[in-house]
Nanobody, 126 residues
């Protein structure tokens, strides 16, 4: 069992930045790959970024490459999403998720993740 709590969302003007955090409790944090997803009103949940257990591999959606960065601090049981150059299209609820290790599981399919946070709202104004 893992509990995840996101924070750091808010209202930002286009071109601004935010850093989202996801604090985990429960089983050892290092046992899990971590992902960020987002969901805008009327749209399906969308993959944003993921990071492997040891942070050796990262995966980014094409829509955020060059603007977003995912990182993790296993000692602090926390995963981060640094969001730069925000666009209005980035407005969504952002969720973090944890995925136990299993060879061959997808990092980008939300169905592959086992635990989810409650989400944090990111709103980007013009």
């Amino acid at each position: 069992q893992v509990q995840l709590v996101e924070s750091g969302g808010g209202l930002v003007q286009a071109g601004g930045s935010l850093r989202l955090s996801c604090a985990a409790s429960g089983r050892p944090f290092s046992s899990y790959a971590m992902g960020w997803f987002r969901q805008a009103p009327g749209k399906e949940r969308e993959f944003v970024a993921a990071i492997s257990r040891s942070a050796g591999n990262t995966f980014m959606a094409d829509s955020v490459k060059g603007r977003f960065t995912i990182s993790r601090d296993n000692a602090a049981n926390t995963v981060f999403l640094q969001i730069n150059s925000l666009k209005p299209e980035d407005t969504a609820v952002y969720f973090c998720a944890a995925r136990s290790y299993s060879s061959g599981r997808s990092y980008t399919d939300f169905h592959e993740y086992d635990y989810w946070g409650q989400g944090t709202q990111v709103t980007v104004s013009l």
